[in-house]
């Protein structure tokens, strides 16, 4: 944490092994740390770019023991510097930071500021201390979200537990795929937002695409800078650049959308293993009105989509149930709400 009474670049936070000092910068050259430090405002993380604020404490990833931080203050309180903004058009050199607000039914809202991706032509496929962290430890609030990258290597395991994921995942231009897990202590809306305006600057044949496989939609992130959506559930698993390799943990129903419709709707589930489904849908008596699958056949894997077509069914509330049985037996239901209104 910042000891002093007045706010610290910081430029002015050293580390040192009692022989050789370094900034942070330098630290992780050495592969003392990884080159960020996420500041915590008692709900959620951010990444601390310029100051650290008097009298609050920060994370930093350390990756070996026996560094010492070393605290130089300015005499006087640092001011913002100004950094001049970069087109970046270099394929090999670009990133995004993405964050994330999740808004629950009773209004509350948090954030998760802290995860970031991109290329590099000096990174690697594993661990790369200069570039990549991992998550600080869960915000002990009782509301939250986080976002994370899933997979991990050895190497990265065995610096932070079996349990670690990335906040921060940069990769080779030939390696640039990121599955990006959103987890939630609750159901909710959540944003994910990114500043796309240094990204837009790329060639085209260079993609930069958020691909939602629950929701059935791919986003392109050098046009747009937010994407909205319902997390129906407590995880949602997004993908950049590589959307065959997302496949959910776990049995999955998102909510329809649109929602209310008119009058057509898409309805989205997720199978964690092969598996027979059957969605029907009632009115709100009870009468079945539609057989969208039969369950007569297998399905792979991964996320699905059946379009509902009710053009002529009259205005009012429907019920659809989902149930699924997987190759081995194991079997799954589950019932969502849905507003027809013409």
Do not use: C
Request: charged share 15%.
């Amino acid at each position: 944490g910042n000891p002093f009474a007045t706010d610290m670049d910081v430029a002015d936070l050293g580390f040192t092994n009692g022989v050789n000092t370094y900034d942070i910068a330098g630290a992780a050259a050495q592969g003392w740390l990884s080159n960020v430090i996420y500041g915590y405002n008692g709900a959620s993380y951010y990444l601390e770019t310029s100051t650290l604020e008097y009298w609050k404490g920060y994370w930093v990833p350390m990756l070996v023991n026996g560094k010492t931080a070393v605290y130089t203050p300015t005499v006087i309180a640092p001011t913002p510097k100004n950094v001049p903004v970069v087109e970046i058009s270099d394929p090999a050199a670009w990133g995004v930071e993405l964050g994330t607000v999740l808004k629950t039914d009773d209004g509350t809202e948090v954030a998760d500021r802290i995860a970031a991706f991109g290329v590099r032509s000096d990174a690697t496929a594993g661990f790369s201390p200069r570039y990549d962290a991992p998550r600080p430890p869960r915000s002990p609030a009782e509301t939250y979200v986080e976002i994370s990258f899933a997979g991990s290597d050895d190497a990265f395991r065995s610096l932070f537990g079996d349990d670690a994921v990335y906040a921060r995942k940069f990769m080779p231009a030939e390696k640039a795929g990121w599955e990006i897990v959103v987890t939630s202590s609750t159901p909710g809306q959540v944003t994910l937002r990114w500043d796309n305006a240094r990204i837009a600057a790329l060639p085209s044949n260079v993609r930069v695409e958020l691909y939602d496989a629950a929701g059935g939609r791919t986003i392109d992130m050098k046009t747009v800078s937010a994407y909205t959506y319902t997390q129906a559930v407590t995880e949602r698993r997004f993908s950049v650049n590589k959307p065959s390799a997302v496949i959910p943990t776990a049995w999955e129903v998102v909510q329809n959308y649109p929602n209310p419709f008119n009058p057509t709707t898409t309805i989205s589930y997720g199978l964690p293993s092969a598996a027979a489904v059957s969605i029907e849908v009632f009115n709100f008596l009870g009468q079945r009105v539609a057989t969208l699958l039969s369950g007569d056949a297998l399905q792979t894997a991964g996320y699905h989509e059946v379009v509902f077509d009710a053009a002529g069914l009259a205005s009012g509330v429907y019920y659809y149930t989902v149930t699924a049985t997987a190759a081995e037996g194991s079997t799954f239901s589950n019932i969502r709400k849905m507003v027809l209104l013409k």
